[in-house]
């Protein structure tokens, strides 16, 4: 995974970057070392990959999936969170489909500065765009407790990343639970360009030196 994003910090660790200072200095530290943990697997996890793929699948028509691929409830499940996914944009856009939605599925995105030098990276599930909207999905499988929508730092870098690649205007988040709506914001034009601008330079560009050495830093317990 890692070797995926090029090292690049990615929007799924975002709120863990956000909470504790040290801890992005420190990943960049232990990279550059080599000394960097591996992504560690467990059935929580395996069952996650297994439903995003499945969603990824089936987002369009069930029928793209071959038979026998996968057990009924996983499809079942899956189902669940695409529904919602698709709720969302009926919400926001009505159902009549007038103008064209483009949709992009589990594709790589990146946070640029004003270089247009990549210095974040994410993968988020679901985008969907009309005109100057966008929409990001993420999907969660597991019971863990999630921020709101709004508060969020993963998907405030969704909704920067997709704004420079879109070009829209204005970004609905939603986290889908359980193949259920758990909480959705809209950020603005005026939300997008403080983020873009001064809230992830701040928090991601000045993040380089070790906070360990010769400056008193002490992790809070709490939050690292």
Known sequence: MDKERKG????SSMDRY????GSLPLERLLRKRGELPSDQDNEAASHGRLIHEICEEIFFTESNLPPGRYRREFIDEAQSYVAEARSVAIRAWGDDEEGPIKFYLEKRLYLRDEYEIMYSTGKPDVVMVKDDEAIVIDYKTGWGQLPFAAESWQLKSYAVMVAQEYDVESVRV????KGALDSEH???EEDLSDLT???FPGM?????ENPFVGTGYSPDPDSC
Do not use: E, G, M
């Open 174 to 177: 939603a986290f889908i639970k």
């Open 18 to 21: 956000h909470s504790c200072s």
């Open 197 to 199: 601008v001064l809230v």
């Open 204 to 208: 991601l560009l000045d993040r380089n």
């Open 186 to 188: 809209t950020f603005s």
């Open 8 to 11: 690049l910090p990615s929007s």
